[in-house]
Nanobody
Framework: VQLQASGGGLVQAGGSLSLSCAAS????????MAWFRQAPEKERKFVAD????????YYDDSAKGRFTISRSNAKNTVYLQMNGLKPEDTAVYFC??????????????????WGQGTLVTVSS
């Protein structure tokens, strides 16, 4: 599976961005999908994930209430809608796919495929 993340950019604090992760090579419905982010000089961190059919989602506390993960298996795409952005949200955002069952630890489960990342910069 090849994952292509897009939608990053520069936005002012309080603004919104919508990220997309398009998959090719295999149908996305076979995978649990997640978004991670990596701020400059920091470790990559989990943001949100979504089950294969989109019926279950889970968010890191930093994203809860502001970000929404969704998916369209028909379009082979996963989305991350980010509202109320803060300067501390500045990071490269990565999408990831895993073939493991959904009810495993979102942060430590093995992800089989990663996208190349899209940069989100939030100015104060």
């Amino acid at each position: 599976v090849q994952l292509q993340a897009s939608g990053g950019g520069l936005v002012q604090a309080g603004g919104s961005l919508s990220l997309s992760c398009a998959a090719s090579g295999r149908t996305l419905s076979s995978y649990v999908m997640a978004w991670f982010r990596q701020a400059p000089e920091k470790e990559r961190k989990f943001v949100a994930d979504i089950s294969r059919n989109g019926g279950s989602t889970y968010y890191d506390d930093s994203a809860k209430g502001r970000f929404t993960i969704s998916r369209s298996n028909a379009k082979n795409t996963v989305y991350l809608q980010m509202n109320g952005l803060k300067p501390e949200d500045t990071a490269v955002y990565f999408c990831a796919a895993t073939s493991t069952i959904y009810y495993t630890n979102s942060r430590t489960r093995k992800y089989d495929y990663w996208g190349q990342g899209t940069l989100v910069t939030v100015s104060s």
